[in-house]
């Protein structure tokens, strides 16, 4: 009689060994005699195999934990940054001066290199400017924009040709990324970058759309 063992392939005797894990506490003599490959040197005990990686494992946690950290403190510093901008746009007293107001910050406290606003509808006082210009629905060169208006969802990446136009007219070019968010329906602010990377599809807009409120309850005052 053939003994069935000895139809076993590896397969069966790995799916036996998952659902036995004490089976070699049992026979430590065969725990010992096992070779386990390695990527450096012939051989290693069963021990030293598995404690390589939990080794690893431990210095994957360890990666991420600390990538962790970081994102958690950079939420940190720009959730202390938006508190500051908010306070900001409403100590100001006039259209003009709250506009600056966030075109200055977006530039110096978040690090934009080429910043525009563009009203949606026309303010009393204001004047349009390199960084700042007035469009509205019966402007051709609002149709770009129109359903990402309708959406009220930030933008981040490479936008299309029509609007990376509109916004950044003759420095076009030296915009590579953007991120783009509206403000209560008053205005749409762009945040251009020289990085291809700065800003891309997928990034969280948490922070975009806070700061789009934020200046959209600021601006409100001065709308009729």
Known sequence: MTDSTD????????????????FLRQFPDLAGSLVVPRESGPAASLASYQLDLLREKNRELTRRLH?????????ERLSVRIHQLTLALMRQTSAVDTLRAMAASLAEDFN???????????????????????????????????????????????LQPAKHDVLYGERVDD?????LFSAHGLA????????PNRFYPG?????????????????????D
């Open 112 to 158: 934009g290199d080429i910043v525009r606003i563009i009203l949606l509808k026309p303010i009393d006082g204001v004047e349009p400017a390199d960084w700042l210009d007035v469009i509205g629905p019966g402007d051709m060169r609002f149709k770009p924009f129109a359903d990402f208006l309708a959406g009220d969802e930030p933008l981040c990446g490479r």
């Open 7 to 22: 139809t076993l392939g590896a397969h069966e005797v790995a799916t036996w060994l998952r659902r036995h894990p004490e």
């Open 188 to 195: 749409m602010i762009a945040v251009g970058s020289r990085e």
């Open 203 to 223: 990034m969280g807009t948490l922070f975009l759309r806070m700061m789009g409120e934020s200046f959209g309850a600021a601006l409100s005052r001065y709308v």
């Open 175 to 179: 915009v590579q990324s953007t991120a």
């Open 67 to 75: 990538e962790l950290f970081a994102n958690a403190q950079e939420n």
